[in-house]
């Protein structure tokens, strides 16, 4: 029997890869449930898979921000069981604090944290039923250290790490694994789908000039951390193929060996190195081995 795949966000990014790769093994081990929030946007998926899918890929309509389309997505699972959920979905936000609406904090509040939510809850009494199963959950490093001007996207990611390390306790009773996938930068279309202040925007006029000032060195930072340090897709993919392959696989992964120190050095010196550390990083350029 092949191994039924649910992935979230798959218009793009790091979920069409894994959508991609899953759905081509060439074992066809897997049978893949690619969900996007807009199904006008399949093509570029389509795209990529080729001939290769033809009974290992299946394109459904999914918003995890809403409830009733998380449930008629999941009726559509003809399987009608997943046995690895990949929560991925997700959005960026990034300007000064000052300037964010409302509205805005709530969108990347609800897709990230309680899209991610939501979604687990509509597959997780089956899985529990079923005593098996895998979740995995597209994690960031801005999930496990703060970074200036993401203040409620690290916010949002930061949470997703207390419910899964909740999850995971309780769920190693149903035989079920919780792994978070942490990524630094990756080149995807995070960066243009993400909403961001930009420096001439009239939102702006409101906000100090000091503030600005250090807005535009890290977008600088930003813009040359993702020309220089930023994996590709496939080098993501890799590590979420090692945590579905392995039988017992770990609680978190990290894409890349950036990742590790910085969260380190933020639990071992509690005194606040690690803040003084990421401003000098962002705002006086000085190159160190963490960057993200
Ligand atoms: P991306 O923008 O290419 O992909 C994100 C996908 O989520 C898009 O396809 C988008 O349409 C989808 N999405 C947004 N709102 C949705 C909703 N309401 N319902 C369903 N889908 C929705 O970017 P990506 O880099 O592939 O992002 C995937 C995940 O990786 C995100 O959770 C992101 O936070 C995380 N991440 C990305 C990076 C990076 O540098 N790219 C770094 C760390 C973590």
């Known amino acids: 029997d092949k191994k039924v795949v649910l992935i979230t966000g798959c218009s793009s990014g790091i979920g069409l890869s894994l959508a991609v790769r899953l759905a081509s093994d060439p074992d066809k081990t897997f049978k893949v449930y ?35 389309s998380i449930l008629d997505a999941r009726d559509r699972v003809v399987e009608k069981r997943i046995d690895i959920l990949v929560c991925n979905a997700g959005v960026g936000l990034v300007g000064p604090l000052e300037v964010q609406s409302l509205d805005s904090m709530r969108h990347i ?28 959950v597209t994690g960031s490093t801005g999930g496990l250290h703060g970074l200036p001007f993401n203040e409620v996207y690290c916010a949002s990611k930061f949470a997703i790490e207390g419910a899964c390390e ?36 009239t939102s ?14 890290y977008l600088q930072h930003c813009s040359s951390i993702f020309q220089n340090a930023a994996q590709d897709t496939e080098d ?9 392959q392995s039988p017992s696989p770990a609680f978190r992964y990290f894409t890349s060996s950036a990742g ?27 190159e160190q081995q963490f960057c993200s």
Not at 114 to 127: D, E, N, S, V, Y
Not at 207 to 217: A, G, P, R, S
Not at 236 to 244: E, H, N, R, T, Y
Not at 260 to 281: C, F, H, N, Q, R
Request: proline share 3%.
């Open 34 to 68: 690619a969900t996007m929030r807009n199904l006008a946007k399949k093509e570029r998926l389509l795209e990529s898979v080729k001939d290769l899918h033809r009974d290992t890929l299946d394109i459904l309509q999914m918003d995890v921000t809403d409830w009733q």
């Open 260 to 286: 590790p120190p910085v969260t380190k050095l933020k639990v071992t010196e509690p005194d606040g190195s690690y803040i003084s550390a990421m401003s000098k990083v962002i705002f006086s350029g000085e």
């Open 109 to 136: 509040l609800e897709v990230n944290l309680l899209g991610t939510i939501q979604t687990i809850q509509a597959f997780l009494p089956k899985m529990k039923a079923q005593n098996q199963g895998r979740i995995l």
């Open 236 to 244: 993501v993919v890799k590590v979420f193929l090692d945590a579905i």
């Open 204 to 217: 702006l006029q409101q906000v100090d000039t000091q503030t600005l000032k250090l807005y535009e060195k």
């Open 166 to 201: 909740s999850l995971a306790i309780l769920l190693q009773h149903f035989n079920i694994h919780v792994s978070l996938i942490e990524c630094g930068p990756v080149h995807t279309d995070f960066l243009v789908n993400l909403q961001k202040a930009e420096l001439g925007d």
